[in-house]
């Protein structure tokens, strides 16, 4: 009697797959993205990932603004590190018109760069230890990047839409004091780093969500085109500032943070170890910068100053014709790609010689990864895409046209 | 370096290559689309040029020029640290092309873009879907045609059930590769 029972339970129960929506607004997906989970119990079988719930635009837009009027949007690419995008348009649009900023000006961009790739690093580390449950973690990182972002703020006048960039130069320069507060907010951030891997690196609840969860092999990382940490995690040293140095990153002593094992875990070193490696990069900037103009002096892409603009009709038409026309490109096309917070960041433009770009378009690393990213969950656990989708650190603007 | 490059395309595939030039240090050529595949194949697997990254994928609209569209692949090697740009031109009414989704992980969804946005047809896709836009979108946003201000008209859903079980019954059960898994 009783055998006929455990006989029964004992049988292969008859189970499907379940579908489950997970997104487009999930409490733990930060962005606006919508993975279509087929789930055997609790593992992912596979994976459909759709993007594109914010339609800006930025492609469409652009072809109808002046070269000048792009950076406003590529600020809202990456949210987190404007400065770079903004950087890489810029170096971008002047190669096409084969001129050279000055020393200082790329001086000044390479250690605003990694000021903004800080704030990126720490937004990532602290949002993923807080969707583990570490809220203190969280809080430290997250002073961090508002010291941070203090200092764009003096800089560019705005947190976050900064659009500090221009063709050929700058907004503005360096504030005075801006050595002397970078002094401050760097040795508050060695503290907050030492306190986050304090509270992180060898805790064992952290560890057993990250370690082994999300794998990818060097093979595949390359294949679905992952750059940045996402890619050094998997132990291929790949890094636009090593390999094709622009700005000031060939003048400055700085390591790349190699992976071995391509799993979460390593992806959050490689990113703890990357904060510190910016703060060495901004400290030999800042050592080695010298006095000088930050703008361009060529009339074809910078704007004359204000006295003249009031004072001499030759300068007010110069103005004029590059407010209203645009800054005239030359024709043709190029490719052309900096190192982002989350890996290459290129621009393809095409230049019909007119005062508004023909075609422009973003290589996003963002983009890219969700394209893979389903790599990552299929065979895992559903819990384990909660840390996996936080170091792949996607940003939901990127992930648009 | 890179100008090897060039020379060694235009050395095996003689008939395939259209045009080349390193304007602006980017090298470029310009390919027939029915070599596509095999030239990508090659330069991904040769020993000398070992073109392992796809960085990039995208489709240029030249409006009033024909021929009109031009697909444009940036391939790069993360060993020799060399780039080469692919473009292969289209005409307006046949914008079918080869889809290389076999040999780099990152086309297919790359590919799904340039559907999406200027609508060329890759041959042979696994999965050639809308990426950004809903599925009952009309036309191409990113096309010259498609006016900045224009808006789409309010239109039915399709009528089948999305992303249920059924779907799963029909899509999924019968076709193991369909959707983002790998072949």
């Known amino acids: 009697m009783a055998q006929d029972i455990l006989d029964q339970i004992d049988q292969d129960i008859h189970t499907e797959p379940m579908i489950l929506q997970m997104g487009p607004s999930h409490p733990a997906t930060h962005g606006t993205v919508r993975f279509t989970l087929t789930l055997d119990g609790e593992t992912v079988l596979k994976c459909d990932t759709d993007v594109g719930y914010l339609h800006r635009g930025f492609e469409k837009e652009s072809e109808n603004s002046t070269w000048t009027q792009v950076f406003p949007y590529t600020d809202r690419l990456n949210y987190v590190s404007p400065l770079l995008n903004n950087f890489g348009y810029a170096l971008a649009v002047e190669k096409l018109l084969q001129i050279q900023a000055p020393e200082r000006c790329d001086y000044i961009r390479t250690i605003m760069g990694e000021v903004s790739r800080l704030s990126d690093h720490l937004t990532c580390v602290g949002a993923g230890a807080l969707e583990l449950g ?8 997250i002073e961090g990047r508002e010291l941070l972002w203090d200092l764009v703020e003096e800089m560019t006048g705005a947190r976050l839409t900064v659009s500090y960039g221009r063709i050929g130069g700058l907004k503005d320069d360096l504030t005075d004091d801006f050595a002397e507060r970078w002094g401050h907010v760097r040795s508050r951030l060695f503290e907050l780093h030492a306190e986050v891997d304090r509270l ?6 952290f560890m057993d969500r990250m370690q082994s969860t999300g794998v990818i092999t060097p093979e595949a990382a390359v294949s679905y085109g992952y ?10 040293d790949y890094d636009v500032r090593k390999d094709k140095p622009y700005f000031m990153y060939d003048r400055v002593d700085f390591e790349v943070p190699v992976g071995s094992t391509g799993d979460n875990f390593d992806r959050y070193l490689c990113r703890m170890a990357e904060i510190l490696q910016s703060i060495r990069i901004i400290d030999q900037c800042l050592e080695q910068i010298e006095p000088g103009p930050v703008n361009s002096d060529d009339p074809r892409v910078v704007l004359p100053e204000k006295e003249k603009v009031y004072n001499t009709i030759e300068s007010m038409i110069a103005h004029f014709k590059l407010i209203f026309e645009g800054i005239q490109v030359p024709p043709g096309e190029i490719y052309s790609y900096t190192e982002a917070g989350n890996g290459e960041l290129g621009y393809y433009i095409v230049s019909n010689g007119t005062g ?7 290589r996003s690393p963002s983009f890219i990864m969700m394209g893979g990213i389903h790599k990552l969950f299929e065979g895992g656990l559903l819990a384990d895409i909660i840390p996996t989708f936080d ?3 996607m940003i939901g603007g990127e992930c648009d046209r | 370096m890179s100008e090897k490059l060039i020379e060694i395309v235009a050395e095996k595939f003689p008939d395939a290559v259209l045009d080349s030039h390193s304007r602006l240090g980017n090298d470029t050529v310009l390919l027939d689309r029915d070599a596509l595949a095999d030239v990508v194949g090659f330069l991904r697997d040769d020993e000398t040029t070992k073109m392992n990254l796809l960085r990039d994928l995208t489709a240029v609209d030249y409006l009033h020029r024909a021929p009109r569209f031009e697909v444009v692949y940036v391939l790069y090697s993360l060993e020799f640290k060399h780039q080469l740009l692919v473009r292969v031109p289209l005409e307006e009414d046949d914008v079918n092309l080869p889809s290389i989704s076999h040999l780099y992980g990152c086309a297919a969804w790359l590919e799904r873009e340039v559907y999406d946005m200027y609508g060329m047809i890759f041959d042979d896709h696994p999965d050639l879907r809308r990426v950004l836009m809903y599925e009952e979108f009309d036309g191409y946003p990113l096309r010259k045609d498609y006016h900045i201000q224009h808006s789409q008209p309010r239109t039915e859903l399709l009528a089948r059930e999305r992303d249920s079980v059924e779907e799963f019954n029909t899509y999924v059960k019968h076709e193991p590769a369909a959707g983002s898994r790998d072949q």
Do not use: D, E, Q
């Not at chain 1, 750059?227 to 291929?236: D, E, P």
């Not at chain 1, 508004?356 to 973003?362: A, S």
């Open chain 1, 134 to 141: 570490a809220m203190t973690a969280f809080l430290y990182a």
């Open chain 1, 200 to 205: 992180l690196t060898r805790n064992r609840i």
């Open chain 1, 227 to 236: 750059t940045g940490v996402c890619l050094r995690s998997t132990g291929v």
């Open chain 1, 356 to 362: 508004k770009p023909w075609k422009i378009h973003v």
């Open chain 1, 391 to 393: 170091t792949i650190n």
